[in-house]
């Protein structure tokens, strides 16, 4: 069985800080890992994706994520805070091994960005 | 090109009532997949369709249904409503085994 466990459901930085989500999955095979992004009253929007490839990942929005199997994480990092980034966050984990590739989500990060 | 429609986008019912959702994919996409985001939580699967057969159901009870067309769009109904089943309703596509693409999602509100 998959799961994923995000730490701190907020965090709040300062514009033009450092950002940086945490997120550790659990999984009996290998992964694929997502990091999605949650405006208000919006669905979801995919920031990234680990598919077994490179384990540094970079997504839209000068986002990226490292994949580390030694410490099972798939932090989201991004250098410097704009204040367009305050939203929901969820990071994701699906196997693609069953017939079905549904997806486990976290519940989620709101990220603060303080002027 | 559109991306994944939801409709209705906001929806009040009664308890006890059904209500029907849908859902139209991304043209050329024959997988379509639902999920409950409650509030204040991540989305947890309800079902995955593709080429119109069940592929993955998640831990929903039997009230919880769904049906993919031959054009591949999709309804997610849901019979004797709860008050607990109010959630955003979230459709997602993708192309065979891949890449989901999400809708806006159908703010569905029991009272």
């Known amino acids: 069985a998959q799961s994923v466990t995000q730490l701190g459901s907020h965090v709040s930085v300062s514009e033009g800080a450092l950002v940086l989500l945490r997120c550790n999955y659990s999984?009996?095979?290998?992964?694929?890992l997502f990091w999605y992004v949650q405006y208000p009253n919006q669905g979801l929007q995919l920031l990234l994706k680990y598919t077994s490839a490179a384990t540094l990942v970079k997504g839209i929005n000068g986002f990226e994520a490292e994949f580390k199997k030694s410490e099972t994480s798939f932090h989201l990092t991004k250098p410097s805070a704009h204040m367009s980034d305050a939203a929901e966050y969820f990071c994701?984990?699906?196997?693609?091994?069953?017939?079905?590739?549904?997806?486990?989500f976290g519940k989620g990060t709101r990220l603060h960005i303080l002027p | 090109d559109a991306g994944v429609t939801q409709s209705p986008t906001h929806l009040i019912k009664t308890r006890g009532q059904h209500v029907t959702l849908r859902c139209s994919p991304i043209?050329?996409?024959?997988?379509v997949s639902w999920y409950q985001q409650v509030l204040g939580q991540g989305p947890q699967f309800i079902f995955q369709?593709?080429?119109?057969?069940?592929?993955g159901r998640g831990n929903f009870p039997d009230r919880f249904s769904a049906r993919q067309f031959p054009n591949y769009s999709s309804e997610l109904n849901v019979n004797a409503l709860l008050l607990g089943d109010s959630a955003l309703y979230l459709c997602a596509s993708s192309f065979g085994f891949s890449e989901a693409f999400f809708g806006q999602g159908t703010r569905l509100t029991v009272v």
């Open positions: 994701a984990v699906t196997t693609k091994r069953n017939r079905d590739d549904k997806i486990i």
């Open positions: 043209s050329g996409h024959k997988s």
């Open positions: 369709y593709y080429e119109k057969e069940e592929r």
């Open positions: 999984s009996s095979v290998p992964p694929y």
